[in-house]
């Protein structure tokens, strides 16, 4: 297991948001962390990270234990958070050079560039580029120090769905050359079609763990969004939705 | 007169050059990108909170330097300070600059808003302005200005500058006394804003 996190409890103030969290990443798998908006996915992972300050449990990432962002996240963790800007007058070749030049062993940059189908625009300025090619550029910035682990919080929030499949791919690739996956999205399509399992986190608990199939034939449903709705309720939640 | 005149202007021109330049072009544009998201990326890499700040530092120690050997240029050309003077007045200026930038990189630890680090900005430089002895020479300012003037290093630094350009002033302390308290407030304030720096905005 890549990650393993045994009973982490997050709250804010008075209100609790992550209760008794457990959840075991495999290496080498896209795992996915499906919730509502507002469910606690960018806390968890956060809180995961070390971002925020847990106030109970154990969270283990590449063997090691994390309490704070220490070097085994720095190094072997690549965070693609869901709300970021690059500096805006920089081209795409400036900021993948500048983030490469962190890491003892970047991957090269005309490599990732490559991957990734931004070697066409390589010389535009990040404020010129389109909202797909903004996430593929923090994508790349996510894979350049060469991660074994990367996680993609909302990672096709408000793109085509056009961009949305390409990014899948990209995803499947990582996969393909051993990088684990870990990303959280409210798009059931994105977690039934690209995850190996998935977790969901509903009413500050993780209520199932495990791959799709196994989720929409344990709830008896034909597609994995009638289960999560099974599994969730339908209520529209007052003040969150 | 004239000179003198126009090199007390440039002196004045040069300190409010330097307190701008630690809120317009240091502070607002760090809190900036500390709001933006761009300075979270780093939090997630190996660079370290020193690395970025001596970044920023140096960044604009360049910048500034390109500037400064224009002013020197003017002041040359207008007979107030000497080639003989040159090398004090350059290294007075090297080290106002730091403590300048240092100072501006510390207050952007203070603000999460760039239109509240503004407004208290533009506050602090009529503040720094006011108590750095631009009234007149520190021995010559009295009561509550002088004791504020005295706590303030930026003081010091004017003293400094105008030991170097203007001679036969009354001066309060000698010029390494004045260079000591500027060096030693840079200092002060480097260490504080590694200290109190933080990637994001405090949630």
Redesign the interface.
Known sequence: MIIEINNMCKS?GEHLVLDQICLKVKTGSVFGILGRNGAGKTSLIETM?G?RKKDSGQVTILGKNIER?N?T???H???Q?Q?????PRQTIFETLTL?AS???NPLPVEQVMGQLGLEQISNKRIDHLSGGQKQRVLLA?TMI?NPKLLILDEPTAGLDPQIRRSLWSIIRGLRDQGKTILLTTHYIEEAEQLCDEVAILHDKHIIVQNSPQQIINAQQTQTLEDAFVSLTGDLVREGWD | MVYLLLSSCFLAYLHSYCYQNAVFTIMQPLVEIKKNGTMALFELTPLKKREFIFSMLLLRTIYTLIWVIILIGILLMLGTIQISQLFLFFVVVLFGMFMVFTFGILLSTFFNSVEVAGAWGGFIIVFIYIFSGHGGMLPNVKGFMKTVSQFNPFTYLNQALQQVVFKDITIAFPLYVNMLIVIGAGLIFIIVSVKTFKWKLEV
Do not use: Q, R
């Open positions: 804010y990270i971002l962002v070097d996240i720095k190094y963790v690549g965070l958070p709300t970021s800007a690059l500096l983030f962190f890491y003892p910035v120090g």
